[in-house]
């Protein structure tokens, strides 16, 4: 309380115009002090010695004090963590010289009369949050400010004018903050200025004339900003200078010949600009330099010999120019090199030797990267005689032959990509001697032979990369103790056998790519192998396991080698179809009567309401007239393939001793279709399958797109689906596997004299059907196939879609070879097929849905032949629709055993479903929708049959 009324009266003192001495019951530094503490906001309780209670400040935290006066002339309270504004509290302390508040999280703006204190030089404010501009009165008044540096704060707007009064300055720092727009001509009338940073901000335009006139200038950084034109020309004058740093800038021009006269300079960097020209054969001259970059420029030529004669440099950043030539040895000569990075040019010949050398000048080289250039020859074998390397990067050369043993002698190095090279043989065993490697990128060559076990040696290992060679063998089990390990990319290799198990121990994996093997046996359980993604263990056919969703065999049977029979010749089409072909007739869907919008929703279906809106209104505008050439369709039919060979099984989950015979034999086969011939076999225990054995003619998708295409398919459980229980690929012979639905298909049940369905069981065919269909869409699969005799019903009478998606089998997904595989599918198919500008979509499952739909009710085949006479049966029902009969339509089997209220919704959905124009078709999620909306609610929805 007291304090507060205190600091209340001080804020209320201060508030008047400083008068010195006016106050001798205070000391005017303990005042100052005590306002300025107010003002701020002290977390870690830094200033807790700052007591108003003293006489004298001189022992508080961060003061110092003049010995003799006893006043207080530096305040020091770098990463003190207080936030809270700079107060007017300071300017009391009459005798402040130093100002030292960096590393804070002070806030608001800087108070421009500090330099009115007059004895003040040295300001630091940098690393705080402070905003706004740098204000102009703060130059103005500057007293003997000597060192300024506001670096690392928020400030905006322009450089003051008046800082080219402030010649008492030597040392400027604003860098990493906002600032912006010209640098002022008058920033050279500093003639103290020693050091000038500007870095990291957005000054832009050209650099004024007249830095020369900074005799005393050594350092001098505008790097990372927006500034534009040439170098300036006249910095050679500034002979002082000792860091010149212009980069990251939009630079243009030659490097200047004036830089030559900067013979004090060690640190010359114009990287990340857009200079061009040659990298002048003079920066020999500048003995001193230490570190010289001229990366990222659009500098050409060669490398010039004279860098050798830098005897002090460092680091040497020469990349991403388009610089040609080899190499020069003379750089053999830089005893102090540390870092040399001449990646991303054009240059040519051998990887040099001499890099190498024992004995060589280079005996601290810690970073090479010759990366990205054309690089030829071999890697030189004494490679691992530099011992000093942490980084060696020749990734993207053309350097061919094997990687040499003494790869080992890199103990040192964190870090070895030979990537993208033509490099032969296989990975040495001596490589695990570099025990600090962190990563080995051997990627994209042609290394041959197995991962050594030795590897793990190289226990600090977190990125192993060798995808893309022809390494053979099994994954090393000693992989499994490289435990630092998070990214592995071993794919597109020949590894077999079996993943070790052991690899759940790797406990900080990122990724594990074993894609493109040929690795087999059960993918490891647990750790990151629980949550591996499928294209990271994609394309290894035999490999099992949850995450490749193909479950493992207990036993793994031999594989059973067989010659089955030659393919029977009839497997053309048949022969229902090949008449038709040659009746050519050509049908004219009338449906080019739109589905009278008007008269539908007038008949008040529920169902009808749910469609949108805009399929409605698109509905009425746009009768489509398409037009629909059975011709055209059959001009080219399937031929077969002689070229049979030998069928080989491997283990998978099915065991197919007797099923392979199965194969050859004729009465095993239950169906025929444009993609093949499907076969009933049973597996060792007991389920019964249905191989399809796929027309391998047609089907000239590579192994790989096979692979993942059926793989795909394999994908899409659903109650209402066939499921896809396998495959087997062999060049010549396909084989899917598909669980056994023994009742038959819908095409049977509806059309052979001896069944009748129920109108319960229709329905929930319909159902079924429409769930199955929705999951497909749901996986992105289109069935395109979709027909009575492709929906098998079960014992349950439930239907089970099958035969979807085989159309992305075939290489390209051609309407001329699709048609003719999918033929007998002849009214099923949407009109948009024969239409090649129409792109095909789901919607195209929805229109054969829809024709099944009346089929379903009406118990009629989509098309029927009559003498001379084709009946389109949604034409039929259109019409009978129209004229208000449509219950006459269904079919005649039921002896009317059948609630209108569902039948006559069903037909229209079917109607609607079989739309020519696709956009008008409704999608299988709201088909499935309106049908429990239509089915009764006495039903209880459920019931099937
Ligand atoms: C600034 O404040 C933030 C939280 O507001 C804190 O995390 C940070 O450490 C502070 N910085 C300094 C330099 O004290
Ligand atoms: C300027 O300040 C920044 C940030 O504190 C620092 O990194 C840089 O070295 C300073 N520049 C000079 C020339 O001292
Ligand atoms: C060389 O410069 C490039 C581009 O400026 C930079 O990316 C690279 O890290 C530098 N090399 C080294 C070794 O510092
Ligand atoms: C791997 O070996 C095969 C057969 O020897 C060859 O055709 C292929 O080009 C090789 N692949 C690589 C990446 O070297
Ligand atoms: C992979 O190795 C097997 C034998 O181990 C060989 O038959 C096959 O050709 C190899 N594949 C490639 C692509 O090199």
């Given at each position: 309380?007291?304090l507060?009324?205190?600091?209340?009266?001080?804020l209320?003192?201060?508030?008047?115009p400083?008068?010195?001495?006016?106050y001798?019951?205070?000391n005017?530094?303990?005042?100052?002090l005590i306002v300025?503490?107010a003002?701020?906001?002290?977390?870690?309780?830094?200033?807790?010695?700052w007591?108003?209670?003293?006489d004298?400040?001189?022992n508080?935290?961060?003061?110092?004090?003049?010995p003799l006066?006893?006043?207080?002339?530096?305040?020091?309270?770098?990463?003190f963590?207080l936030s809270?504004?700079?107060?007017?509290?300071l300017?009391?302390l009459?005798f402040?010289?130093?100002?030292?508040l960096?590393?804070?999280?002070?806030?608001?703006?800087?108070?421009?009369d500090?330099?009115?204190l007059?004895?003040?030089?040295f300001v630091?404010f940098?690393?705080?949050s402070l905003s706004?501009?740098?204000?102009?009165?703060?130059?103005?008044?500057?007293?003997?400010?000597s060192y300024?540096?506001?670096?690392?704060?928020?400030?905006?707007?322009e450089?003051?004018v008046?800082?080219s009064?402030?010649?008492?300055?030597?040392?400027?720092?604003l860098?990493?903050?906002?600032?912006?727009?010209?640098?002022?001509?008058?920033?050279?009338?500093?003639?103290s200025?020693?050091?000038?940073?500007?870095?990291?901000?957005?000054?832009e335009?050209e650099?004024?004339?007249?830095?020369s006139n900074l005799?005393?200038l050594?350092?001098?950084?505008l790097?990372?900003?927006r500034?534009a034109?040439?170098?300036?020309?006249?910095?050679?004058s500034?002979?002082?200078l000792?860091?010149?740093d212009?980069s990251?800038?939009?630079f243009?021009?030659?490097?200047?010949?004036?830089?030559?006269?900067l013979?004090?300079?060690?640190?010359?960097?114009?990287g990340?600009n857009s200079?061009?020209?040659f990298?002048?054969g003079w920066i020999?001259e500048?003995?001193s330099l230490?570190?010289?970059d001229?990366?990222?420029?659009?500098?050409?030529?060669?490398?010039?010999?004279?860098?050798g004669s830098?005897d002090?440099?460092k680091e040497l950043n020469?990349?991403?120019?388009?610089?040609t030539?080899g190499?020069?040895?003379?750089i053999?000569?830089c005893?102090?090199?540390?870092?040399?990075?001449v990646?991303?040019?054009?240059?040519?010949?051998?990887?040099?030797?001499w890099?190498?050398?024992?004995?060589?000048?280079?005996?601290?080289?810690?970073?090479?990267?010759?990366?990205?250039n054309?690089f030829?020859?071999?890697i030189?074998?004494?490679l691992?005689?530099?011992?000093?390397?942490?980084?060696l990067?020749m990734s993207?050369n053309?350097?061919f032959g094997?990687i040499?043993?003494?790869v080992?002698?890199?103990?040192m190095?964190?870090?070895?990509?030979?990537?993208?090279?033509?490099l032969?043989?296989?990975?040495p065993s001596?490589i695990g001697g570099?025990?600090?490697?962190?990563?080995?990128?051997?990627?994209?060559n042609?290394?041959?032979g197995?991962?050594?076990?030795?590897?793990?040696k190289?226990?600090?290992?977190?990125a192993?990369?060798l995808?893309?060679n022809?390494?053979?063998?099994?994954?090393?089990a000693?992989m499994?103790n490289?435990?630092?390990l998070q990214?592995?990319?071993?794919s597109?290799?020949?590894?077999t056998?079996?993943?070790p198990?052991?690899?759940?121990?790797?406990?900080?994996l990122?990724?594990?790519?074993?894609?493109?093997?040929?690795l087999?046996?059960?993918?490891p359980?647990?750790?990151?192998?629980?949550i591996i993604?499928?294209?990271s263990i994609s394309d290894?056919?035999?490999?099992c396991?949850?995450?490749?969703?193909?479950?493992c065999?207990?036993?793994h049977?031999?594989?059973?080698?067989?010659?089955?029979n030659s393919?029977?010749?009839?497997?053309s089409?048949s022969?229902a179809?090949?008449?038709?072909?040659?009746?050519?007739i050509?049908?004219?869907i009338s449906a080019?009567?739109?589905i009278g919008a008007?008269?539908f929703?007038?008949l008040?279906?529920i169902?009808?309401t749910?469609l949108n809106i805009?399929v409605?209104?698109?509905?009425s505008?746009?009768?489509?007239?398409?037009?629909f050439?059975a011709?055209?369709?059959y001009?080219?039919?399937?031929?077969?393939d002689?070229n049979?060979?030998?069928?080989?099984m491997?283990s998978?989950?099915a065991?197919?001793?007797?099923?392979?015979?199965a194969?050859l034999n004729?009465?095993c086969?239950?169906?025929?279709?444009?993609f093949g011939i499907?076969?009933?076999?049973?597996?060792?225990?007991?389920?019964?399958?249905?191989?399809k054995?796929l027309?391998?003619?047609?089907l000239?998708?590579?192994?790989?797109?096979?692979?993942?295409?059926?793989?795909?398919l394999?994908k899409?459980?659903?109650f209402?689906l066939?499921?896809l229980?396998?495959y087997?690929?062999?060049?010549s012979?396909?084989l899917?596997?598909y669980e056994?639905?023994?009742?038959?298909?819908?095409?049977?049940?509806l059309?052979?004299?001896?069944?009748?369905?129920?109108?319960?069981q229709?329905?929930?065919?319909?159902l079924?059907?429409?769930?199955?269909?929705?999951?497909?869409h749901?996986?992105?699969?289109?069935?395109y196939?979709?027909?009575?005799?492709n929906?098998?019903?079960d014992?349950?009478?439930?239907a089970k879609?099958g035969?979807?998606?085989?159309?992305r089998?075939?290489?390209?997904l051609?309407?001329c070879?699709l048609s003719?595989?999918?033929?007998?599918?002849?009214g099923?198919?949407?009109?948009e097929f024969?239409c090649?500008?129409?792109?095909?979509?789901?919607?195209c499952?929805?229109?054969?849905?829809?024709?099944?739909?009346?089929?379903v009710?009406?118990?009629k085949r989509p098309?029927?032949?009559m003498?001379?006479d084709?009946v389109v049966?949604?034409d039929?029902?259109?019409?009978?629709?129209e004229?208000?009969?449509?219950?006459?339509?269904?079919?005649?089997?039921?002896?009317g055993?059948?609630?209108a209220?569902?039948a006559?919704?069903?037909v229209?959905?079917?109607?609607?479903?079989a739309?020519?124009?696709?956009?008008?078709?409704?999608?299988?999620e709201?088909?499935i929708n309106?049908?429990?909306?239509?089915?009764?609610p006495?039903d209880?929805?459920q019931?099937?049959?």
């Amino acid at each position: 309380m007291l304090l507060c009324l205190c600091i209340s009266l001080l804020l209320l003192l201060l508030s008047v115009p400083v008068v010195h001495s006016a106050y001798p019951t205070f000391n005017d530094d303990v005042l100052g002090l005590i306002v300025f503490k107010a003002g701020l906001i002290d977390p870690q309780s830094k200033l807790v010695s700052w007591n108003e209670d003293d006489d004298t400040p001189c022992n508080w935290l961060g003061v110092n004090c003049d010995p003799l006066s006893h006043r207080v002339t530096g305040l020091a309270l770098d990463g003190f963590s207080l936030s809270g504004h700079v107060g007017r509290g300071l300017l009391r302390l009459q005798f402040l010289q130093s100002l030292s508040l960096s590393n804070n999280n002070l806030t608001g703006p800087i108070n421009p009369d500090l330099p009115r204190l007059g004895g003040l030089r040295f300001v630091d404010f940098s690393h705080n949050s402070l905003s706004g501009s740098v204000p102009d009165g703060f130059f103005q008044q500057c007293g003997s400010l000597s060192y300024v540096s506001f670096a690392g704060n928020q400030l905006t707007g322009e450089l003051p004018v008046s800082l080219s009064s402030c010649l008492t300055l030597t040392q400027l720092n604003l860098s990493s903050n906002q600032l912006s727009g010209e640098l002022p001509s008058g920033l050279w009338n500093l003639r103290s200025l020693q050091s000038l940073d500007l870095s990291y901000n957005y000054f832009e335009g050209e650099i004024p004339l007249g830095v020369s006139n900074l005799y005393d200038l050594r350092s001098i950084s505008l790097s990372n900003n927006r500034f534009a034109g040439e170098l300036p020309g006249d910095i050679g004058s500034c002979s002082l200078l000792r860091l010149v740093d212009f980069s990251g800038n939009s630079f243009s021009g030659r490097v200047p010949e004036t830089l030559q006269k900067l013979n004090s300079c060690t640190y010359l960097r114009l990287g990340r600009n857009s200079l061009t020209g040659f990298v002048p054969g003079w920066i020999g001259e500048l003995r001193s330099l230490e570190s010289l970059d001229l990366s990222a420029n659009r500098l050409s030529g060669r490398v010039p010999n004279s860098i050798g004669s830098l005897d002090q440099l460092k680091e040497l950043n020469l990349s991403t120019n388009q610089l040609t030539g080899g190499l020069p040895e003379s750089i053999s000569n830089c005893p102090n090199l540390v870092s040399l990075d001449v990646s991303s040019n054009r240059l040519t010949g051998n990887v040099p030797q001499w890099l190498f050398k024992t004995g060589s000048a280079l005996q601290q080289l810690q970073v090479l990267d010759l990366s990205s250039n054309v690089f030829s020859g071999e890697i030189p074998s004494n490679l691992g005689s530099r011992s000093s390397i942490l980084v060696l990067n020749m990734s993207r050369n053309q350097l061919f032959g094997p990687i040499p043993p003494s790869v080992g002698g890199l103990t040192m190095a964190h870090e070895v990509d030979l990537s993208s090279n033509l490099l032969s043989g296989s990975i040495p065993s001596e490589i695990g001697g570099a025990t600090s490697l962190l990563e080995l990128r051997l990627n994209h060559n042609s290394l041959t032979g197995n991962i050594p076990a030795d590897i793990q040696k190289c226990s600090p290992l977190t990125a192993l990369i060798l995808s893309e060679n022809n390494l053979t063998g099994q994954v090393p089990a000693a992989m499994a103790n490289l435990s630092s390990l998070q990214f592995v990319d071993l794919s597109s290799n020949n590894f077999t056998g079996s993943l070790p198990k052991d690899l759940t121990n790797l406990s900080h994996l990122l990724s594990f790519n074993v894609s493109h093997n040929s690795l087999e046996g059960e993918l490891p359980v647990g750790g990151f192998f629980n949550i591996i993604s499928p294209s990271s263990i994609s394309d290894n056919p035999s490999l099992c396991g949850a995450a490749v969703n193909r479950s493992c065999p207990s036993v793994h049977p031999k594989p059973i080698v067989l010659n089955p029979n030659s393919p029977n010749s009839s497997q053309s089409p048949s022969a229902a179809a090949s008449n038709l072909s040659h009746r050519k007739i050509v049908l004219s869907i009338s449906a080019l009567i739109a589905i009278g919008a008007a008269a539908f929703i007038t008949l008040g279906v529920i169902a009808v309401t749910l469609l949108n809106i805009h399929v409605r209104s698109s509905m009425s505008r746009n009768p489509p007239a398409v037009t629909f050439s059975a011709a055209d369709d059959y001009s080219c039919s399937p031929s077969t393939d002689p070229n049979y060979g030998k069928l080989v099984m491997f283990s998978g989950d099915a065991d197919f001793v007797a099923g392979a015979q199965a194969l050859l034999n004729k009465d095993c086969e239950i169906g025929r279709g444009g993609f093949g011939i499907v076969y009933k076999t049973s597996l060792r225990d007991g389920r019964s399958v249905a191989i399809k054995k796929l027309t391998v003619s047609s089907l000239t998708k590579s192994q790989d797109d096979f692979e993942r295409e059926v793989r795909n398919l394999g994908k899409a459980r659903h109650f209402n689906l066939v499921a896809l229980e396998g495959y087997y690929w062999t060049p010549s012979l396909h084989l899917l596997i598909y669980e056994h639905i023994s009742s038959g298909n819908l095409y049977k049940h509806l059309h052979d004299d001896s069944n009748c369905l129920t109108w319960r069981q229709r329905f929930g065919i319909v159902l079924g059907m429409a769930r199955g269909l929705a999951h497909l869409h749901q996986m992105k699969i289109i069935h395109y196939n979709l027909k009575s005799s492709n929906v098998l019903i079960d014992e349950c009478g439930e239907a089970k879609v099958g035969d979807y998606g085989l159309a992305r089998l075939l290489p390209a997904l051609d309407r001329c070879v699709l048609s003719g595989k999918i033929q007998s599918a002849l009214g099923y198919m949407a009109p948009e097929f024969a239409c090649k500008t129409v792109k095909i979509t789901e919607k195209c499952d929805v229109y054969g849905f829809g024709v099944l739909v009346l089929e379903v009710v009406t118990g009629k085949r989509p098309v029927e032949y009559m003498e001379d006479d084709v009946v389109v049966l949604s034409d039929m029902v259109r019409g009978a629709l129209e004229d208000g009969r449509v219950e006459e339509c269904v079919d005649e089997k039921l002896k009317g055993n059948f609630p209108a209220e569902e039948a006559i919704p069903l037909v229209k959905l079917g109607l609607i479903c079989a739309s020519q124009v696709p956009s008008n078709r409704p999608d299988m999620e709201e088909v499935i929708n309106i049908l429990e909306l239509i089915q009764c609610p006495a039903d209880g929805g459920q019931e099937v049959g």
